[in-house]
């Protein structure tokens, strides 16, 4: 898989997992708790949550393009379908419709618990197993050998998972004082709409001339 395609990928995947979600404002409210020394837990724990959804998707587009190239180019359109509907809902959310962090409901302190606690809550997002679903297959290209590319892009969304999570943990305070501006949090949002638009459109014109 060529390197701009991985770069691409890694833009579009960080872009949107930088607007806050339900694990991103777990790993915020644990940090205002417990500080720094929570990041090792909740970053992991969201690193392997994010991991499960991206192997189902890795794997339905094996079985799928296995099966049928032609029912691959569908699953590649129904991708598309849910970006566009990712991006509009990006662009149409209300700035201020969630809390930021939440630091008085955090039932957990160990760190395995912690681990376990924020695993389930990305696992339960559904707006990160979405975006898995909608954003690998538009990057896998039929003509390559499979396993190559599905160890890139899944690597590189698990580790974008892990280091947009990091900012959170790290810079907590700064980003939930930056966040609460409800005019960057519409920026965020807007954002990540148009980069997804924009990242079909690239990759599409990047198919061509390498066609």
């Given at each position: 898989?060529?390197?701009?395609?991985?770069?691409?990928?890694?833009?579009?995947?960080a872009t949107?997992?930088?607007?806050?979600?339900?694990?991103?404002?777990?790993?915020?409210?644990?940090?205002?708790?417990?500080?720094?020394?929570?990041?090792?837990?909740?970053?992991?724990?969201?690193?392997?949550?994010?991991?499960?959804?991206?192997?189902?998707?890795?794997?339905?587009?094996?079985?799928?393009?296995?099966?049928?190239?032609?029912?691959?180019?569908?699953?590649?359109?129904?991708?598309?379908?849910?970006?566009?509907?990712?991006a509009l809902?990006?662009?149409?959310?209300?700035?201020?419709?969630?809390?930021?962090?939440?630091?008085?409901?955090?039932?957990?302190?160990?760190?395995?618990?912690?681990?376990?606690h924020c695993?389930?809550?990305?696992?339960?997002?559904?707006?990160?197993?979405?975006?898995?679903?909608?954003?690998?297959?538009?990057?896998?290209?039929?003509?390559?050998?499979?396993?190559?590319?599905?160890?890139?892009?899944?690597?590189?969304?698990?580790?974008?998972?892990?280091?947009?999570?990091?900012?959170?943990?790290?810079?907590?305070?700064?980003?939930?004082?930056?966040?609460?501006?409800?005019?960057?949090?519409?920026?965020?949002?807007?954002?990540?709409?148009?980069?997804?638009?924009?990242?079909?459109?690239?990759?599409?014109?990047?198919?061509?001339?390498?066609?």
């Amino acid at each position: 898989m060529p390197y701009p395609t991985w770069i691409l990928f890694a833009v579009v995947a960080a872009t949107f997992l930088l607007v806050p979600g339900r694990s991103k404002r777990l790993v915020l409210s644990y940090a205002m708790a417990h500080g720094r020394k929570s990041a090792f837990a909740t970053v992991t724990g969201v690193m392997l949550g994010s991991a499960v959804p991206v192997a189902l998707v890795l794997g339905l587009s094996f079985l799928v393009l296995t099966a049928s190239p032609s029912g691959f180019v569908v699953l590649q359109w129904i991708g598309l379908v849910l970006l566009m509907l990712f991006a509009l809902g990006l662009w149409r959310a209300p700035a201020g419709s969630a809390p930021i962090a939440d630091n008085d409901n955090l039932p957990e302190e160990k760190p395995l618990r912690v681990i376990a606690h924020c695993f389930g809550s990305e696992l339960k997002d559904p707006r990160s197993s979405l975006l898995a679903a909608a954003l690998l297959p538009q990057f896998l290209n039929p003509t390559m050998a499979f396993l190559p590319q599905a160890i890139a892009l899944g690597s590189i969304f698990i580790l974008m998972t892990a280091a947009t999570s990091l900012i959170y943990a790290l810079m907590a305070d700064k980003v939930r004082k930056t966040i609460r501006k409800h005019a960057v949090r519409r920026t965020i949002n807007r954002s990540g709409g148009t980069v997804l638009i924009a990242a079909k459109a690239v990759t599409a014109g990047y198919r061509k001339i390498a066609a």
